[in-house]
């Protein structure tokens, strides 16, 4: 069936474009200012964004939960390849491509340090440091001299492969046999949480690596498609797009990293991984604590809701029992009761009000004594969060 033709925008004509002369070594299938006058590839810039939306996530849970300094530089590495590659596929310009490319392989290298200086001793922290500075500037130096994204696909390739890798080993040849010694009967429900968040980072990335190479494959029929299909439904045929995406979301694979780290401190069971596949983005949070602080959190806007309500209908009793004091004792008033109306003596509505506000009274009392307890039980548990991660911090 058809898509409705009042559904379906054209793409621009004319293929002129804000930044003038493209200079990057490599373009891609999205058709070059084809969306937007002012952007070169309107997608593939737009869809970056998940690498901000991410970065921001990801450094707040490091900064909010202590953990190791080494993940804010990796996510803050993440923010600025996407940055970069948004400012290359606005202009296509070879700076902007450079600002893209050689911040992906700086971040790999700190992940990479991440992977293979855990628990070493200062030393060897240095000299692994030390390699893989050296490996980055040469890797840099090189490809501006040579200028081939294949040299650097395969430089990023190799990194990425490697510290994986290294994660991998670990957690089966130190997580695994630690786990099982130390609390065997939860150690297979840990250990198939960690690898399933593994290979669901490693298929993210596969998958956008495969719609990338689609991309470039089929780019002749896709525009064809695209073209016919017309926007805003075209743009799902952009692999590119999928691409930036797929391994933002890979973002997954450092969470990973930040999981494996506490569990190899023996950390586990003050932290745990709050993830749902496929369902939400991975984060590492305090366990029991931060659950019961959030609880008394809920808690306390019920109970002031009630506390309120309750408050109001004391002061329409009073109110009342105010308006009606100034009638005769004989005059009837009436109390609505069901669909009805009752007559009663104005002596005995004002009894009635009388009890009502008492019972209020004491319902008030209740409900402020139950409020502070919940403030105090959340005031405690904050200061038990911020004792467990100044000591986390300086572990």
């Known amino acids: ?3 409705l033709p009042s559904l379906q925008i054209p793409y621009r004509e004319h293929r002129n474009g804000f930044w003038g002369e493209e200079t990057a070594t490599i373009n891609w299938c999205e058709e070059d200012y084809n969306i937007t006058f002012y952007c070169a590839e309107a997608i593939n810039t737009l869809t970056n964004l998940v690498f901000m939306y991410l970065g921001v996530k990801g450094i707040r849970n490091v900064l909010a939960y202590g953990h ?3 993940f804010i530089l990796a996510f803050l590495g993440y923010m600025v390849v996407g940055l970069g ?17 050689l911040p992906m392989i700086y971040t790999v290298c700190i992940m990479a340090y991440a992977a293979f200086s855990y628990k070493k001793s200062p030393v060897a922290r240095a000299l692994i440091a030390a390699a893989l500075v050296g490996l980055a500037c040469f890797i840099t130096v090189y490809y501006l001299y040579a200028k081939d994204p294949v040299f650097h696909q395969v430089a990023y390739g190799i990194l990425t492969l490697s510290a994986t890798s290294r994660g991998f080993f670990v957690m089966e040849q130190r997580l695994a046999p630690f786990l099982q010694k130390r609390m065997p009967s939860e150690a297979p429900q840990l250990m ?25 494959i089929f780019c002749r029929h896709l525009i064809q498609a695209r073209n016919q299909i017309k926007l805003p439904w075209a743009v799902v045929l952009e692999g590119h797009g999928w691409w930036h995406i797929l391994t933002g979301l890979a973002y997954h694979m450092i969470i990973w990293r930040v999981w494996l ?20 983005v991975p984060q590492v949070l305090v366990r029991e604590i931060e659950s019961q602080a959030i609880a008394a959190q809920q808690q306390i806007g019920l109970v002031r809701t009630q506390l309120a309500s309750k408050q109001r209908e004391m002061r329409l009793a009073q109110l009342t029992r105010s308006e009606i004091s100034t009638l005769p004792p004989d005059t009837a008033v009436y109390e609505g009761v069901g ?9 005995v509505l004002q009894d009635k009000l009388g009890l009502q506000m008492k019972v209020m009274e004491a319902d008030v009392e209740g409900l402020g004594k139950r409020l502070h ?3 105090t039980t959340a005031k405690n ?3 038990h969060i911020e004792k467990m991660l100044s000591g986390a911090g300086r572990s």
């Open 373 to 375: 307890y919940l403030e």
């Open 261 to 280: 780290n506490r569990c190899l401190d023996g950390s586990e069971n003050e932290y745990m991984l709050d993830w749902k596949p496929l369902r939400s």
């Open 192 to 216: 198939r949480e960690i690898r399933t968040l593994a290979v669901a980072g490693i298929v993210m990335f596969l998958s956008g690596f495969f719609l990338w190479n689609l991309d470039n």
């Open 1 to 3: 069936m058809e898509l």
């Open 68 to 70: 190791s300094s080494v």
């Open 85 to 101: 590659s948004m400012a290359f596929h606005t202009s296509l310009k070879y700076s902007m491509q450079l600002a893209d490319e």
């Open 381 to 383: 548990s904050q200061e």
């Open 339 to 347: 669909k009805m109306f009752v007559a009663l003596p104005v002596p």
